[in-house]
Nanobody, 115 residues
């Protein structure tokens, strides 16, 4: 069982930055894939990017070059650094973990980009 708790959301102006954190209840070193998803009002949840235990990353095209995922195994935490935020980045952001046997979701953190 893995519990994920996101934090770091808030309100930011277009062009601003935020860093989201996802703290896991246990070690993340054995979790093959951790990822971030988001869900905007009235839309389906969509994948944003992932980080594998091999150190590979991949991102949705619309966030490439602006968002960066990293993980700190010592702190059992995954981060989503978001720069050059746009109005369309407004959503609830969810942390996701796939252990190979099960998947887990956090409760989400709201990110609002507004002028």
């Amino acid at each position: 069982q893995v519990q994920l708790v996101e934090s770091g959301g808030g309100v930011v102006q277009p062009g601003g930055s935020l860093r989201l954190s996802c703290a896991a209840s246990g070690s993340i070193t054995s979790i093959p894939t951790m990822a971030w998803y988001r869900q905007a009002p009235g839309k389906q949840r969509e994948w944003v990017g992932l980080f594998t235990d091999a150190g590979d990353t991949n991102y949705k095209d619309s966030v490439k070059g602006r968002f960066t995922i990293s993980r700190d195994n010592a702190k059992n935490t995954v981060y989503l650094q978001m720069n050059s935020l746009k109005l369309e980045d407004t959503a609830i952001y969810y942390c996701y973990a796939h252990t190979g046997k099960a998947t887990y979701w956090g409760q989400g953190t709201q990110v609002t980009v507004s002028s």
